[in-house]
């Protein structure tokens, strides 16, 4: 029979037959547990590694190698959560003085960060003072050095001051910045966009706080404390 093909074992007098018409009618080579194996992206299918073992996926726009991809969401998290590297978090806030971020953090870790606000624009309904990030979730008296370079309607102006928290933006903004965590060496970095007062709409401004404290650890990113309620999104990824 031509679809038919038998394997003999040496030695053991064993001849295994089985029938190809059969055999490829049922067996499927590009599943796996069910799933089909495809380098075009769509449901309930697997993307294999490429030829350089990169998971690659660029018409979606997503390239990967040893970071993982994934983003949590922690708007109503109530324990903290340990971002690892290539990882994202996204927080929702709505009308809120202080936002608890419920993210562990442990020392040589490096982030990037983005708070968006969707509070008004305009010249009014914010309060003129700065929005800070309290790390472990408290208030270090005066252990900050805060270096501020703004221009705003009135004048280019800046200064340098002590602080309780590592000061990232003020009024209501939105924000772009950096956070590196050593305990020898906690700095905070952020470029601002500052609207809601009559004499800043808009203001640009770069706040550079380092945290002067070079023994306690950091273990929490800690909570944000706004001037005044705002509402927005705060998303964060982990570099390192």
């Known amino acids: 029979m ?90 929702d806030f709505e009308n809120v003085s202080e936002l608890p971020l419920h993210i562990a953090t442990t020392d040589g870790t490096f982030y990037e960060f983005d708070l968006i606000s969707s509070n008004l624009g305009g010249t009014g309904g914010s309060v003129s003072a700065n929005i800070y990030l309290y790390p472990n979730n408290t208030v270090y008296s005066n252990a900050f050095r805060l270096a501020i370079f703004y221009r705003n309607s009135d004048k280019l102006d800046s200064f340098y001051e002590a602080r309780s928290g590592f000061a990232i933006g003020g009024h209501y903004s939105s924000i772009s910045g950096l956070i590196l965590n050593r305990t020898v ?28 404290d070079t023994t306690t650890p950091w273990t929490s990113l800690g909570t944000i404390s706004f001037p005044q309620p705002m509402s927005g999104k705060f998303l964060i990824r982990r570099l390192l």
Request: net charge negative; charged share 20%; proline share 3%.
């Open 185 to 212: 060496y906690k700095n905070v970095r952020a470029i601002v966009d500052r609207y809601g007062w009559s004499t800043t709409y808009p203001s640009i401004g770069c706040y550079d706080t380092d945290w002067r």
């Open 2 to 91: 031509n679809d038919v093909t038998y394997v003999t074992v040496k030695g053991k007098n064993l001849t295994i037959g089985y029938q190809k018409s059969i055999l490829n009618e049922h067996l499927n080579v590009d599943m796996v547990d069910g799933f089909h194996i495809s380098q075009n992206p769509a449901p309930n299918t697997i993307i294999p590694f490429d030829q350089n073992g990169i998971f690659d996926i660029s018409a979606t726009y997503a390239k990967i190698d040893s970071y993982t991809l994934r983003r949590v969401n922690l708007t109503n998290a109530v324990d903290e959560y340990e971002l690892q590297v290539g990882e994202e978090a996204e927080i």
